[in-house]
């Protein structure tokens, strides 16, 4: 589907939600795309990307930076923490902040570089084993300890369960956050990304709709 397709499907949402558009990021999530199909929607305009791995970012963005200008990029997969650093180093945003140690650790290597992305906590709201993410129940006590290390933490993110509706994980994200007091929400993918505009979020993350089916590398 072609991005414009997909911006227009999110400023019919937002009109529908009552909301500005342009309160809305459209993530465009380049993980394992080649580099022809990202270069066609750096053509576009468009310059808000996510991926999941340090390795396969660090390996893409830099050489695209040097051809366009403007680029932000977002880290949505899980992190390891001794991938901390790099993605620190390559990202504006990281999504995915979901236990003590990781937070701890960007706090450290913040002091060290003399700045910080923007974080998201990231909450398993189906809570699932195999799944990333603080459980709904910690997520309180976890905010508290990011902010308290005097993290930039803007908002949460979540995935829901595939074979679940997925509003009624965007609505507890967005109840989790009011309480917190973040205004920040992850949340939304290709297949669901209009329902979660209707119930907030302010950061969709949308892959197969924009590029087409993933091509794993060979």
């Not at 999110?10 to 809305?24: F, P, S, T």
């Not at 403007?70 to 899980?78: S, Y």
């Not at 001794?82 to 390559?90: D, G, H, P, S, V």
């Not at 993290?151 to 993110?157: A, E, H, R, V």
Request: with cysteine; proline share 6%; aromatic share 4%.
């Amino acid at each position: 589907m072609p991005l414009a397709d997909i911006q227009d499907k999110m400023r019919k949402a937002c009109d529908a939600a009552g909301r500005d558009y342009d309160d809305v990021t459209l993530i465009a999530v380049s993980k394992v795309q080649p580099d022809e199909r990202v270069a066609a929607v750096l053509d576009e305009g468009h310059r808000i990307f996510g991926e999941n791995k340090v390795q396969e970012a660090a390996g893409k963005w830099p050489r695209f930076r040097a051809q366009y200008e403007g680029i932000k990029l977002h880290m949505i997969g899980p992190l390891q923490t001794n991938k901390a650093r790099q993605a620190m180093e390559l990202a504006q945003a990281i999504h995915t902040v979901d236990r003590p140690k990781l937070a701890t650790t960007i706090a450290r290597l913040a002091q060290d570089i003399g700045s910080c992305p923007d974080l998201f906590v990231q909450v398993n709201t189906g809570e699932e084993p195999q799944k990333a993410g603080v459980l709904p129940s910690d997520a309180d006590t976890f905010v508290a300890e990011v902010r308290a290390l005097d993290l930039p933490l803007k908002g949460l993110m979540c995935i829901p369960p595939v074979d679940e509706e997925p509003a009624l994980h965007f609505a507890l994200l967005a109840k989790i956050a009011a309480r917190n007091g973040l205004s920040g929400l992850s949340m939304g993918m290709s297949s669901d990304f209009e329902r979660a505009i209707a119930l907030g979020a302010t950061h969709i993350r949308v892959g197969s709709a924009i590029f087409g089916d993933r091509v794993p590398a060979q």
